[in-house]
């Protein structure tokens, strides 16, 4: 959105997402529907689905035009933005931010401290870039719309700033060492009997304490500054505070020349060094929580070999198209997702797929980018490109789900919220209590500043996203894609698993395995029952085109299909109505019953071929059980999940199948509705449901069950379903995903539980006077760092763990 201001009149250029259009009839209308706003002037391009909108009257808003959009029977979709954030110090502040950016118009936002990054959805026109980065500003905080080239400045700059902060660490330390030994003294006779020490000289502690007062820590003045002008208050409040206070009252002491009292330069300078060294600890184990989406972006080949005008030419990866022909020698990477046209290889795909056996290609095989050709040379064509293939599609699932948060964080979001204005309560409480009882004003001072330096926030607010960053990257590493925290929340949770049968627990590739001629001849029965699942994308179809072309068979055209969900197909054939279908769609026909059962029986799909009520032929399909089935059903049985075989075949074959992978339960003979239904039926009880699938027909039932899971080499539709994406197609992967929750919500659970130990112990004893504020400032530090360093210990899963 661009704005500028006139004589008379304020300027809006809108350039607005339009969804919903088919037709050039739908931009006309849209541009009509805008044009009657007062001083607009609008122009839709049908091409790009985009509207530009440009607004000269003060009467109308840029609701107005959405709301006009809108009100036409078109939708203005929300867009995404995602930006780094630079200032963040804890929990309140993400916290904060997070509140003054959910309160923009049509905004809603996810703000992340672990990453430093925040996720906004926006609604275009009503807020634009400018607003949000405008917003994270006016908190007191710097934001930059984040992209790959932002990606590699801002690891630049954070880079760069550590290293400085490791230069002002080692600094801080040089002058805090001579004030620490000033505690030696806490421990002598003379100091147990109440009669102060200092080993330097008062003057000197003064002048090795301010430049870390002041300038080492003046981070956490301005931190705190703008915090509290933004109308919250973070860790960096309470850390000025409290060095404050015992930086203040000792230079008192020593300008006042009051010999009698103490002074605490040691814990003003060694808490700040303190707390500096934490967060370059906590800033080393972070990085580390992002090492996996990095890891990926790296995986992506910068060059390809492209053949142009009969030479192959080496140009940068990002610059090929669809339909490229591009040639991979051995020991290269693949640049761009293609299929093969010539040539034979192994590929190692265990950067996706987390399987680290090579995966033979030929010429119709598809391939992946940056995955590693071995010893062939291939040649293929280039079907997805940029931002189109599956390695882009990868980090882009991996880096929503960093950035997203889980149901579990919203009890120490709130917490986080209020914690800071209640630590200094607390602390006012203590000095007043302390003073009161005791008389003694730099005892009550002290305990005071304990109390300000022992409280963080900061543990509380990395608890959760750094194990989510941890264990969504794990995942991504083994092939499990997982769209956001909340469905790896609701995978932990599982109780029932609902499995589909056809390229889930079968290997999806079916073939025709028997042929019983009845009133036809067993190549009419081949011929005609192919002519009637021409252009069917089902496997049982395909599996009966492959024989029919094997055998050379030339297939009649066909007039009058029709498709039966959950029985079959039927048309017109040679001037022949025929049918196509499962057996209990012919009770009148007279079947060989014990043939028929007897090929059930081995676990093979019969379908019928039939003129009327004549059953011209029976078909046997076969799709091999995957060999991995049995061990991942034995391994979901081993973590206490049901699982459920539901699938559209008969109940014999459907048994046989099930007898095999190890299931006693399934649901047979049910339509792509039915399945849907069944998993409602399944959630009926208290036990969350998760549902398995790979096809088109799997999508309600994936939509209808609590958390899903789709195979990756099945469908698009499937995919978009899913919660949980399986990238190798192994229902394996299902079991790997659950267990990986689990892991992942139980080192939460750990996080969450000692930042509130921490803090629900740390504070009654500063409060109490058992705390020396040092060694506060010191477990402050390494709370934060020691939540971080449990998260990483997730890289220690590996999938398979359990078996």
Request: net charge neutral.
């Amino acid at each position: 959105m661009t704005e500028k201001q006139s004589s008379n009149e304020t300027y809006r250029g809108l350039d607005l997402p339009i969804s919903g259009m088919t037709c050039a009839a739908c931009a006309a209308r849209i541009e009509k529907v805008l044009n009657r706003l007062p001083g607009v002037t609008a122009s839709v391009n049908l091409a790009t689905e985009h509207a530009r909108v440009e607004i000269a009257s003060a009467a109308t808003s840029p609701q107005q035009v959405v709301a006009s959009i809108e009100k036409a029977g078109y939708g203005v979709p929300l867009q995404t933005m995602e930006v780094t954030i630079e200032g963040m110090t804890c929990a309140a502040c993400s916290t904060r931010l997070e509140k003054v950016l959910n309160r923009l118009p049509g905004a809603e936002a996810a703000v992340n401290l672990a990453s430093e990054r925040a996720r906004v959805r926006y609604q275009p026109g009503v807020v634009a870039a400018d607003d949000v980065l405008a917003a994270i500003a006016k908190a007191g905080f710097k934001g930059r719309v984040a992209d790959d080239r932002a990606r590699g400045e801002e690891k630049e700059r954070k880079l760069a700033a550590y290293r400085a902060e490791v230069k002002r660490f080692w600094i801080a330390a040089l002058l805090t060492l001579p004030l620490v030994a000033q505690m030696a003294t806490m421990f002598s006779a003379d100091a147990l009997a109440g009669q102060h020490q200092d080993v330097l000289p008062r003057w000197l502690q003064l002048v090795l304490a301010t430049p870390v007062q002041f300038w080492i820590g003046w981070r956490f003045y301005d931190g705190g500054w703008k915090a509290v002008r933004g109308g919250g208050a973070n860790m960096d409040v309470l850390v000025a505070l409290g060095t404050s206070a015992a930086y203040f009252f000792s230079a008192f002491v020593v300008l006042g020349n009051l010999h009698h009292l103490p002074v605490y330069f040691e814990a003003s300078a060694a808490v700040i060094t303190l707390v500096l060294l934490g967060k370059l600890l906590e800033a080393r184990a972070k990085a580390r929580t992002t090492a996996a989406i990095e890891a990926l972006v790296r995986l992506q080949p910068k060059t390809a070999r492209v053949e142009r005008d009969g030479q192959l030419v080496e140009i940068d990866a990002a610059l090929l198209i669809p339909g490229d022909i591009f040639i991979v020698r051995p020991g290269e990477s693949v640049p761009v997702d293609g299929e093969v046209l010539d040539g034979a290889s192994n590929v190692n795909e265990a950067m996706l797929t987390g399987e680290s056996m090579p995966v033979a290609k030929h010429p119709g095989d598809r391939v992946f980018a940056a995955t590693a050709n071995a010893q062939g040379m291939l040649r293929c064509r280039a079907t997805g490109v940029g931002e189109h293939t599956l390695l882009a599609g990868i980090i882009r699932l991996v880096a929503e789900a960093q950035g997203s948060k889980a149901p579990v964080q919203r009890l120490a979001d709130r917490i986080s919220a209020i914690f800071v204005p209640i630590v200094c309560v607390i602390a006012l409480f203590t000095f007043a209590g302390w003073w009161f009882y005791g008389g003694v004003f730099s005892e009550a001072l002290i305990n005071a500043v304990a109390v300000l330096v022992i409280a963080c926030p900061c543990a509380l607010g990395l608890a959760t996203p750094t194990a989510i960053m941890v264990g969504t990257g794990q995942g991504a590493r083994a092939g499990i894609l997982v769209k956001n925290a909340e469905a790896l929340e609701r995978a932990e949770k599982t109780r029932i698993l609902a499995v589909d049968k056809t390229g889930t627990l079968t290997r999806g590739e079916p073939e025709v395995t028997n042929s019983v001629p009845l009133a036809a001849s067993a190549n009419d029965v081949s011929r005609l029952a192919a002519a009637l699942e021409q252009g069917s994308e089902h496997p049982l179809a395909q599996a009966i085109l492959k024989q029919a072309q094997a055998a050379g068979l030339i297939l009649p055209d066909v007039t009058e299909f029709k498709a039966i969900p959950g029985a079959g197909v039927e048309a017109v054939v040679e001037e022949r109505r025929l049918r196509l279908g499962a057996p209990a769609w012919f009770p009148d026909a007279e079947l060989p019953s014990a043939q028929l059962t007897e090929l059930q029986g081995e676990g093979k799909t019969v379908v019928v071929l039939a003129e009327g009520n004549t059953a011209l032929g029976l078909l046997a399909i076969a799709d091999p059980l995957r060999e991995t089935s049995p061990d991942a059903v034995a391994r979901l049985k081993a973590l206490g999940v049901r699982v459920v075989m539901l699938t559209g075949d008969n109940p014999v074959t459907a048994a046989a199948i099930a007898r095999r992978a190890g299931i006693e339960e399934f649901r047979a003979g049910i339509s792509p509705a039915g399945k849907a239904e069944a998993v409602n039926a399944l959630k009926s009880g208290d036990s969350l449901v998760a549902m398995v699938g790979d096809g088109i027909n799997d999508a309600p039932a994936l939509a209808a069950a609590d958390v899903s899971f789709a195979m990756g080499a099945g469908s698009d539709a499937a995919i978009e379903v899913a919660d949980i994406t399986l990238v190798r197609g192994d229902l394996r992967g299902v079991a790997d995903a659950i267990a990986l929750s689990r892991a992942t919500l139980g080192k939460i659970r750990q996080n969450l539980f000692w930042a509130f130990i921490y803090n629900l112990l740390g504070i009654p004893l500063a409060a109490m006077g058992l705390l020396n504020p040092v060694f506060a400032g010191a477990a402050m530090a390494m709370s934060s760092v020691s939540v971080v360093s449990n998260s990483l210990l997730l890289k220690r899963w590996k999938p398979g763990a359990g078996r």
